[in-house]
């Protein structure tokens, strides 16, 4: 079994930056494929980054250039780096764990919500223009 839990949301300005931060126990995070999710009111969760054997696997392409996903071994945290924030931001993000990476994990399945077996319960990041 695996815990997550974000930190790190919040209300900031556009343009500006917010890190977040999804704490890991349970098993060390590089064991797991691991991914940022978010999701805005009406509308469904989506993909932001993957990071697969502590190396970034995927960005969505609205926020390529702008987010970074990273992890720390040694504090067991995985971590969304935020910048240049956009009101479309606005959404309540979730970090997800796949302990068994489908043979499709490289195609689309690094995307996709049912990939994942591991859910932290989300943080609010909203961006004012």
């Known amino acids: 079994q695996v815990q997550l839990v974000e930190s790190g949301g919040g209300l900031v300005q556009a343009e500006g930056s917010l890190r977040l931060s999804c704490a890991v126990s349970?098993?060390?995070?590089?064991?797991?494929?691991m991914g940022w999710f978010r999701q805005a009111p009406g509308k469904e969760r989506e993909f932001v980054a993957g990071?697969?054997?502590?190396?970034?696997?995927a960005y969505t392409d609205s926020v390529k250039g702008r987010f970074t996903i990273s992890g720390d071994v040694a504090k067991n945290t995985v971590y969304l780096q935020m910048n240049s924030l956009k009101p479309e931001d606005t959404a309540v993000y979730y970090c997800?764990?796949?302990?068994?990476?489908?043979?499709?994990?490289?195609?689309?399945?690094?995307?996709?919500?049912?990939?994942?077996?591991?859910w932290g319960q989300g943080t609010q990041v909203t961006v004012s223009s």
């Open positions: 349970g098993r060390t995070f590089s064991q797991y494929a």
């Open positions: 997800a764990a796949d302990s068994r990476p489908s043979a499709k994990y490289y195609s689309d399945g690094y995307s996709l919500v049912s990939e994942y077996d591991y």
């Open positions: 990071l697969f054997l502590s190396i970034p696997t």
